[in-house]
């Protein structure tokens, strides 16, 4: 149960969520070929991530501010962070985001194919991050282009050519703040400038700790937004009744609540990474100090020993248990900015069109490991 996993087996190639389905019934744990253990399943995956104490998020050599940090330092972190996320901060954004969202959807083609995870999810994420953040407009394609590059870089598994697009997306990153760092009283007012000037425990952030916490605002957010909205579309398509229930008027915490279950269902988060601070038995093996584990978030949503069926929308019965934004003192601190965002995206679409159907001769195409949802979703807009 704790070996490597067989050739035949490699997940090269192959759709995750498909491809955890056949191991978790028979595996616990497995190693994939860089030796991390993987927790396959829902118990497994809460009780690591409810321990950071034995298993620790500090996993990268470059620095992650807040996910990468442990103890006191993460929560000071935190303590500063969170502030950016509260209902009162993200307020003033929502019609923001919404006017972002009425234009995209009144520019595209209705009748005509139109591809959710790039057309859809990435112009909006980039659009919607950007005014977040308040970064220039001229900087979209730029970041469209990043958005791109790393998405290959990732589904290479090539670690220094994914090394070499994270540096290119810190150059972004230091084209925006760099400016501003030379007369940060005359800087434009917007959340980037406020993170600039803020503190951690009585100190400003140094310009390494503002570029990691960019990164992680953003270079993570973009693609997850976009590979979200994929998985939504589809679901609304192969799902006439949940369209036509979500079409007939829901208040916000209801359609919340069914985003997260369609996302539960097809979790496109699929794992984080942590390491043993000492030696621990889980999943029902001994593993040693100092090994690598990811908990494989989009396999334990569909463990079927807590959602007896994984593949039914519930959002009652299964909200307590869904972990697509985490579970612990490391769950995700953006979670209410991308449910915002989520939340915009799928109502403003229902508003702009009458259905959403898959388009006809054009097969949707699944991600392959080690990336997670759909990588093409071809639908039209009526």
């Known amino acids: 149960m704790s070996d490597h996993i067989p050739d035949e087996l490699d997940p090269s ?62 929560r000071a972190a935190r303590a500063t962070l969170d502030r950016y996320f509260t209902d009162e901060a993200l307020a003033p954004f929502e019609p923001v985001f919404r006017g972002i969202a009425r234009d995209l959807f ?84 917007d959340l980037t400038t406020q993170l600039m000037r803020d503190t951690v425990e009585g ?40 369209q036509r229930r979500l079409r007939a008027g829901v208040g916000n915490a209801e359609l919340d609540a069914a985003i997260d279950e369609v996302l539960r269902i097809d979790d496109p988060f699929l794992s984080n990474r942590r390491k043993t601070t000492c030696p621990v038995h889980v999943a029902g093996v001994d593993i040693p100090e100092g090994a690598h584990l990811k908990l494989h978030w989009t396999s334990a949503n569909r463990d079927a020993a807590v959602f007896s069926d994984p593949d039914a929308f519930d959002p009652a019965a299964n909200a307590e248990h869904n972990l697509v934004y985490g ?23 229902l508003a702009a069109t009458d259905w959403i159907a898959w388009a006809p001769d054009e097969p949707a195409e699944r991600e392959v490991a080690p990336v997670g949802g759909y990588a093409r979703v071809p639908v039209v807009l009526t």
């Open 13 to 74: 190639g192959r759709d995750l969520r498909a491809y955890t389905d056949e191991l978790r019934p028979d595996h616990r744990v497995v190693r994939n070929a860089r030796g991390e253990w993987v927790l396959l399943r829902h118990a497994d995956v809460v009780e690591a991530a409810s321990d950071a104490e034995r298993f620790s998020n500090a996993v990268s050599q470059h620095l992650q501010v807040p996910n990468g940090l442990d103890g006191d330092a993460h």
């Open 106 to 189: 009144a520019s595209l083609p209705r009748g005509g194919t139109v591809e959710a995870v790039h057309d859809v999810g990435a112009m909006f994420a980039v659009r919607a991050q950007s005014a977040w953040l308040g970064w220039p407009a001229d900087h979209e394609p730029h970041l469209l282009a990043w958005m791109a590059d790393n998405h290959a870089a990732t589904r290479s598994g090539d670690r220094s050519r994914t090394a070499v697009v994270a540096s290119d997306f810190d150059a972004i990153i230091r084209s925006i703040t760099d400016p501003r760092r030379t007369d940060l009283d005359a800087a434009p007012d």
């Open 203 to 242: 100190r400003p952030f140094t310009d390494e700790e503002i570029v990691s916490i960019l990164r992680n605002w953003t270079g993570g957010d973009l693609g997850s937004i976009a590979l979200c909205v994929g998985v939504l579309f589809a679901f609304l398509a192969d799902n006439p009744d949940v």
């Open 327 to 349: 579970i612990g003192p490391h769950v995700c601190p953006g979670r209410p900015l991308a449910t915002l965002e989520l939340r915009v995206a799928v109502q403003e679409a």
